[in-house]
């Protein structure tokens, strides 16, 4: 029976990794959720335009305030093990490590990275197995995907005024070059630069895809009428994407993918 005993309590120890995290990035919080560990979230950011999944549970979960302005005070009576920092609040760093809070901040810049941010998240919670497996289906569904090149020029639109788009080194254009989709911002400097028309028209690019501060096709062309010009929106091959879901680097991230993907089909030829 002690041995038993013995065991358990190693088991516990070592095992299994009860972490007291309070998290501020949406997709680490997705990320956990897939590994089960959800019991180890704390408490989290809210986000203020888009939902986190699963958003019936998630949207229960305690807050220390939003996305883009966290509560210093609040996360520091809870007293975590840990903070998970976003983009937005990497200005917390340093004065939470004064507190003696430890944090970790997960680039998600391209989709390796994600399956890296899939692995660190497993280790802190003691679920590298789940990672492992996790990380191995996603690495599948990518490959699936390189199966099937669209082999067209492309662009995603960030914002219609100014025309601001995304270039390479952000995850939007990974995406882009998965799907077999030449990014004509590829030289073009910065992550998500202003572009003019005539640069865009003089790609001219035979898919365009819109999101985030683009509110609709007609906004986009009234805006920027030389786009009308293009190969895209004559065959018209412009089209919405909910961009909130290609920003966030989660393993979710590949379904949606899979969407766009299947959407493109019929444009191949």
Request: charged share 25%.
């Amino acid at each position: 029976m002690k041995k038993i005993l013995l065991l358990l309590c190693l088991f516990l120890d070592f095992g299994f990794s009860k972490q007291a995290l309070i998290v501020l990035d949406p997709a680490s919080i997705e990320i956990l959720y897939m590994l089960e560990r959800e019991d180890s979230i704390l408490a989290i950011a809210n986000m203020q335009n888009s939902q986190i999944y699963p958003k019936e549970k998630t949207s229960k979960l305690q807050s220390v305030g939003t996305f883009s302005h966290p509560s210093l005070e609040k996360i520091i009576a809870l007293k975590p093990d840990m903070v998970i920092l976003s983009s937005y609040s990497l200005n917390l760093k340093q004065k939470l490590e004064t507190f003696g809070i430890k944090t970790l901040y997960l680039k998600a810049d391209n989709l390796n990275e994600i399956a890296q941010n899939i692995k660190t998240l497993g280790d802190i919670v003691g679920e590298e197995e789940k990672a492992k497996k996790l990380i191995a289906d996603y690495k599948d569904k990518i490959k699936n995907i390189k199966k099937h090149p669209l082999h067209k020029k492309g662009v995603l639109i960030y914002s219609d005024s100014p025309l601001m788009v995304f270039t390479p080194g952000t995850l939007p254009d990974d995406i882009l070059q998965t799907l077999g989709i030449t990014n004509i911002a590829k030289d073009v400097a910065g992550a998500r630069p202003i572009l003019s028309e005539e640069f865009i028209l003089k790609e001219n690019p035979e898919i365009i895809l819109y999101g985030l501060r683009v509110r609709n096709q007609n906004d986009l062309l009234r805006t920027n009428p030389l786009l009308s010009k293009t190969k895209a929106a004559k065959n018209a091959r412009i089209y919405y994407i909910n961009a909130y879901s290609l920003l966030r680097g989660t393993p979710r991230i590949i379904d949606n993918i899979i969407k766009i993907q299947t959407q493109f089909n019929s444009i191949k030829n």
